[in-house]
């Protein structure tokens, strides 16, 4: 992986596997569809705020 980030192929087969498992839980259609962005846009943030500290730290050094 290139800087950390997947392919789109990747983020699909990643997004596959969610859904066969919520599916496995019996979460279907629009519930999983609204876990899944849920889940996608909370690792999103949390990727932000990391590089955002890492940016900080090294202007401060």
Known sequence: ??????TQKQELEV???VIEYL???G?????A???LKTS???IENRLA???FFQCMQKGLN
């Open 1 to 6: 992986m290139k800087d950390k980030q997947l």
């Open 15 to 17: 997004a596959a596997d």
């Open 23 to 25: 599916k496995g839980r």
């Open 27 to 31: 979460f279907e259609g629009v519930q």
């Open 33 to 35: 569809a609204c876990i």
């Open 40 to 42: 996608a846009t909370h």
């Open 49 to 51: 705020a990391q590089v």
